[in-house]
C-alpha cells in the first residue's frame, strides 16, 4: 500500500473543501472497496478524508411519503428499517442479496452506490486497463469475459457496474442530493449520476472532483407489486449474471405501472425504458411479456464468454412479470 495520510472530517462542508484541494485526496467511509483497491495499488490516493462520523446517518419520513437515507447509513441498517421493509419490499430484497452480513454491516449507502466495478482485469495491475490506465486496452473483449456488460459498453470498456442496491434504486426512481465545495446543493436523479463508459471509462460518475453524496431520496412508493431477483454463480457472497428489478400493477385487466432495471449487463443500473412502454396499458400475457424482454434487450451484444446473458435476461425477465401479473390477478 502507497503512504497516505489521513484526516478526520468535523462537518460535511469542511470535509467537502478538504476533498476539492487535494487532487489525490479520497473520502472513506466504510472502507469495504476502497481499502480492497488500495492493497492491489489501483487506487493510490495521498490523504484519505474520514466521513464515517458525520451526522448522515438517519433515515428520515419524507412530507410527500417517501424517505431520505443519509449517505452514511449502513446497508444492513438499511435493509433491517421497518419502513424499507413494508414501503420498499424490494430495496430491503437487493441489500440482502448483496455481499455479505459483515460488509453490510459495514459498508455505507453511498459507498454502495460509487463502489467500482469487480472486472478481473481491472483488479489486475499486471494487466491493461483502460478505466484503471486511459488508453491501455480492455483485454476483456478478447479474454475471460462471462461477467461483463451486454448493453451500454464501449471499444474502451465492458466492466459492469456491481452494485444490487443501486438497480433497485433506479427502479424507485431515487435521487441523489450533493454538496459542492462551494457550498452549493444539486439534486441529480440516481439514473442520471452514472456514466457510460464511451472514450473515457475512467470517468465513472457525474460528480465534481470534491462534490459529496449526502443523501438518497426515495419518493413515495410506487403502486403494485416489487420484486427484485439476482441470478448469480453461488447462493451467496457473488455478484450478479443477471439482476431484475421490477415494480408492476395490474389493474382492471392491464399493466398500469411497470418499472423495470437490469444489474449485471451494463456499466450502470439499465434501466429499460422500451420494455416499460411496450407493457403499458396492454393485458398481461406471456407473448406480451416476451416482446417487453425483446424490447429490454434491444441492442444487447455479448463478447462471447457472455453472450448467455441475453437468453437468461430475457428469460428472468419474463418469469418476474408473469409472477408479478399473476398475484394481482
Do not use: D, F, N, Y
Given at each position: 500500500m502507497m503512504p497516505f495520510s489521513y484526516e478526520r472530517a468535523s462537518d460535511v462542508q469542511q470535509a467537502v473543501r478538504l476533498l476539492a484541494a487535494q487532487p489525490q485526496a479520497r473520502f472513506i467511509a466504510g472502507g469495504t472497496n476502497l481499502i480492497d483497491l488500495m492493497k492491489l495499488g489501483i487506487e493510490r490516493p495521498t490523504h484519505l478524508i474520514d466521513i464515517s462520523r458525520l451526522p448522515l446517518a438517519a433515515i428520515e419520513d419524507s412530507a410527500d411519503g417517501g424517505l431520505r437515507?443519509?449517505?452514511q447509513v449502513r446497508n444492513s441498517d438499511l435493509a433491517a428499517d421497518r419502513r424499507v421493509r413494508e414501503r420498499y419490499p424490494m430495496l430491503c430484497q437487493a441489500l440482502?442479496?448483496?455481499?455479505?452480513?459483515?460488509?453490510?454491516n459495514k459498508a455505507s449507502t453511498a459507498g454502495n452506490l460509487l463502489q467500482r466495478t469487480r472486472c478481473a482485469y481491472f483488479y489486475d495491475p499486471g494487466m491493461a486497463c483502460n478505466k484503471r490506465e486511459p488508453g491501455s486496452g480492455c483485454p476483456a473483449r478478447q479474454g475471460h469475459n462471462r461477467m461483463h456488460a451486454i448493453l451500454g459498453a464501449s471499444e474502451a470498456c465492458i466492466a459492469v457496474h456491481p452494485s444490487d442496491m443501486a438497480v433497485a434504486m433506479v427502479a424507485l426512481e431515487a435521487r441523489v442530493e450533493t454538496l459542492l465545495p462551494d457550498g452549493q446543493r444539486r439534486t441529480l436523479a440516481l439514473d442520471q449520476l452514472y456514466r457510460l463508459p464511451e472514450t473515457t471509462?475512467?470517468?465513472?460518475t457525474q460528480?465534481?472532483?470534491?462534490?459529496?453524496?449526502?443523501?438518497?431520496?426515495l419518493p413515495p412508493p410506487p403502486a403494485g407489486r416489487q420484486l427484485y431477483r439476482k441470478v448469480r454463480d453461488r447462493a451467496s457472497y457473488a455478484f450478479a449474471l443477471v439482476a431484475v428489478a421490477l415494480v408492476v400493477e395490474v389493474r382492471a385487466g392491464q399493466l398500469r405501472t411497470a418499472?423495470?432495471?437490469?444489474g449485471g449487463v451494463?456499466?450502470?443500473?439499465?434501466?429499460?425504458?422500451?420494455?416499460?412502454?411496450?407493457l403499458l396499458g396492454q393485458p398481461p400475457s406471456q407473448a406480451l411479456y416476451q416482446q417487453a424482454a425483446d424490447a429490454a434487450l434491444a441492442g444487447a451484444r455479448g463478447q462471447g464468454g457472455n453472450d448467455f446473458k441475453i437468453p437468461l435476461a430475457k428469460r428472468?425477465?419474463?418469469?418476474?412479470?408473469?409472477?408479478a401479473a399473476e398475484e394481482q390477478a
Open positions: 437515507i443519509g449517505a440482502l442479496a448483496g455481499a455479505s452480513g459483515q460488509i453490510r471509462p475512467e470517468v465513472e460528480l465534481a472532483h470534491g462534490e459529496m453524496i449526502v443523501a438518497i431520496t418499472r423495470i432495471a437490469l451494463a456499466p450502470k443500473p439499465w434501466r429499460a425504458t422500451a420494455a416499460e412502454q411496450a428472468t425477465l419474463c418469469q418476474m412479470l408473469a409472477s
